[in-house]
């Protein structure tokens, strides 16, 4: 409401020529002027407009002044009206109280004085005037806190659900956020960054001590530097650390930090978000770990096929090509159901079935195989096909196979201390023990005793040849009394001499790598002692043999050779290591000692063994054929 727009004053009296005169005496205030002659109208008059004055005499026939001001009064919209009583004859004081009590506000006595009544009207005008302005104020005041109001409860949704929104978002990432005050030393933690310390949000109080308690020590310097580097300007970190919860347990985190500095350029706060990355770590290591198995296992492939290929002979060439490739389609065969199984286990009936396919026929009943399904571990898988193959590819060339009135018997059983496999052949040419042990028999003697700690046994029946096959449940071999031959029990082969004081351990649990270095380590001219494939049997030839140096492999089935090199350390015997994983994940403590790495080439491990022992090494120049084997106690199977 503007301050000149004009007000309404009612003029209430039963006599026009009163209002008349009254009318000229109000013109000049230039106000709105609404006459009344009764009190009726001036009630219609006061319902129909806003009044702010109401001038009327106390003397009207009808309704007098006192009655119509009562029943203006009770109306609610008119409480506070300004009623002025204009009165021709004498009052009283009870009077003026009965009008005062009745909402009168003043009197004007008759006869008006111009000014007197001008200047009375006038007042209550203007204050009626300011106080419409101030209610139009109020009101557009109100109106405006209630928009604002409204605004800063949009805004307060608005960032609750934004809040709530950041909070399942760092809680979906597994994150959390924190603030400190650099000046006070107050600190706030969400419950993101509760959960991830592991700490009860209700209870723990976060401060340099308590956080730093939680942090791995090294990982800690790391951050008090960060603070630093703060101060000397850096804008932003990022980290990886380590915490450990009060339940003992390591999570891996991720954290970034920014600063908040003053007008002076000095760091106020840092806040940041904590991300744990423990899954990732893990997922990491996992990775890392199955890319070294891989490697290993191929590496292991590959020093098997080197094997194979140097250890095969044959008087032509296609023959030998024949052998290799047999020898390395059995491997691949075991290979193929050990990857469908994850690396797990091969079922026995499956191998059998797979090997033994080559040389099915259409003669039903030649091949008989009976036996329970048994989950072969990799080692023994891969060891008992290559025996499977050269089982059968000797009956194909000399035995059973090779007639067509020949028949083959392959049974197995699971016995209390493991796998008993029996080989029959009939009906085929008669046999005889060979005079020389041939690649196959050494192949399969020396993977199942020497690898796996079983028993192999041949008997050369005049209606075919009998293999008996003892495996443990172990697959570690050991003798009674738990010690290895003597060394004066072995043969060396005529005209061989090992060089003096070249006596060397061999330690080497993978039977035709084992088979393969024993070869060349005769070829450089050493007496080989061993191999063996576990940690009781070499211990036991550290103590009963004269051994002048050492080859170690450092994985022996799921055991770490550390211990015989610790015990080489302290008799100052020299020896190397020899790994199918990269030379890094041997331990540090070791980092001096020489690693081989496989596949073994010749020349790479005389060149390792002249570092190692510090000696020269000369070839023997006996014949490549011609090498030693130690004598190997009775397994039990």
């Known amino acids: 409401m503007s301050a000149e727009k004009k007000v309404n004053i009612l003029l209430v009296d039963d006599q026009p020529s009163k209002l008349l005169s009254y009318e000229a005496i109000l013109g000049d205030l230039g106000e709105s002027l609404i006459k009344a002659t009764t009190g009726r109208e001036a009630l219609e008059a006061l319902l129909k407009n806003e009044i702010a004055v109401v001038l009327m005499d106390v003397c009207m026939p009808e309704l007098d002044g006192f009655q119509l001001a009562a029943m203006i009064r009770e109306h609610p919209r008119f409480q506070k009206t300004a009623i002025i009583f204009i009165s021709a004859i004498h009052l009283t004081d009870m009077d003026h109280l009965r009008g005062y009590s009745m909402g009168a506000v003043d009197y004007v006595p008759v006869p008006v004085i111009p000014e007197v009544l001008r200047a009375k009207v006038k007042v209550f005008a203007e204050l009626y005037r300011k106080t419409r302005l101030l209610e139009h104020l109020n009101e557009e005041l109100e109106r405006r806190v209630a928009e604002r109001t409204a605004e800063l409860e949009a805004s307060t949704m608005r960032l609750r659900e934004s809040e709530q929104r950041r909070n399942l978002a760092l809680a979906a990432g597994q994150m959390g956020s924190w603030d400190w005050d650099l000046v006070n030393g107050d600190w706030m933690w969400d419950e993101g960054q509760c959960r ?15 956080v730093s308690a939680l942090v791995d020590p090294q990982d800690m310097q790391r951050l008090q530097q960060m603070i630093a580097d703060f101060a000397g300007g850096s804008q932003a970190y990022q980290t990886e650390f380590r915490i450990s919860r009060a339940d003992g347990e390591v999570r891996w985190c991720f954290g970034t930090a920014t600063p908040t500095v003053d007008a002076h350029g000095h760091v106020v706060r840092v806040s940041g978000v904590t991300l744990d990355i423990t899954e990732r770590k893990e997922s990491e290591e996992r990775q890392a770990l199955l890319a070294r198995e891989v490697d290993h296992r191929a590496r292991n492939a590959l020093a098997v096929i080197q094997s194979i290929i140097r250890l095969t002979r044959s008087e032509k060439i296609d023959q030998y090509v024949a052998s290799v490739e047999g020898r390395i389609g059995a491997l691949s065969r075991a290979h193929t159901l050990l990857s469908e199984a994850r690396w797990q286990s091969v079922d026995l009936v499956r191998l059998v079935e797979e090997e033994l396919a080559p040389f099915q026929t259409d003669q039903a009943g030649r091949i008989l195989i009976k036996g329970p399904r048994i989950a072969l571990a990799p080692p023994i898988a891969q060891t008992f096909a290559l025996a499977l193959h050269e089982l059968a590819t000797n009956a194909a060339k000399y035995g059973a196979l090779s007639s067509r009135s020949g028949q083959l018997s392959l049974m197995w059983e699971a016995i209390d201390d493991g796998l008993q496999v029996e080989w029959t052949e009939s009906g085929g040419p008669p046999t005889k023990a060979p005079t020389a042990r041939g690649f196959g028999t050494r192949v399969i003697k020396d993977c199942v005793e020497q690898q796996l700690g079983g028993r192999a046994s041949f008997d050369w029946r005049p209606e075919g040849l009998h293999c008996s096959l003892s495996i443990p449940s172990s697959h570690r071999r050991a003798n009674g009394n738990g010690r290895t031959e003597s060394a004066s029990r072995r043969r060396d082969p005529a005209g061989f001499s090992p060089l003096p004081g070249n ?11 084992a088979l393969m270095m024993l070869e060349m380590l005769n070829d450089l001219g050493f007496a080989v002692i061993g191999p063996y494939a576990n940690m009781a049997d ?93 004598s190997r106690p009775a397994a039990h199977g």
């Open 503 to 513: 006596r060397i351990l061999l330690v080497e649990d993978e039977g035709l790598v």
């Open 538 to 630: 070499a211990t036991a030839a550290l103590v009963n043999e004269q051994i002048d140096a050492a080859i170690l492999d450092v994985n022996l089935a799921n055991e770490l050779a550390y211990p015989l090199a610790d015990t080489l350390n302290s008799r100052g015997i020299p020896f190397v290591f020899v790994t199918g994983y990269g030379a890094e994940t041997i331990d540090p403590g070791y980092s001096a000692v020489p690693v081989l790495q496989k596949p073994i080439e010749r020349r790479t491990l005389k060149d390792v063994l002249v570092r190692a022992t510090g000696r020269a090494i000369r070839t023997s120049g006996r014949p490549a054929a011609v090498r030693t084997l130690a």
């Open 196 to 210: 991830i310390f592991g700490v009860d949000p209700a209870t723990f109080k976060p401060t340099v001590e308590s």
